[in-house]
């Protein structure tokens, strides 16, 4: 699965780890993720976000 960068403080979304403190399962797609979530580190949301090449 696709990992995505915030393109503001630079954190990875792994989907192989999700975010379990934010409530989000492992093995869950970013496209899943729902768009009310913020990015753990820096609060931004789901739209400040990019593939991670």
Excluded: H, L, N
């Amino acid at each position: 699965m696709q990992k995505y960068r915030c393109t503001v403080c630079g954190y990875i979304y792994d989907p192989a780890v999700g975010d379990p403190d934010g409530g989000i399962a492992a093995g869950t797609a970013f496209e899943e993720i729902p768009d009310d979530w913020v990015c753990p580190e820096c609060g931004v949301s789901k739209e400040d976000f990019e593939p991670d090449s």
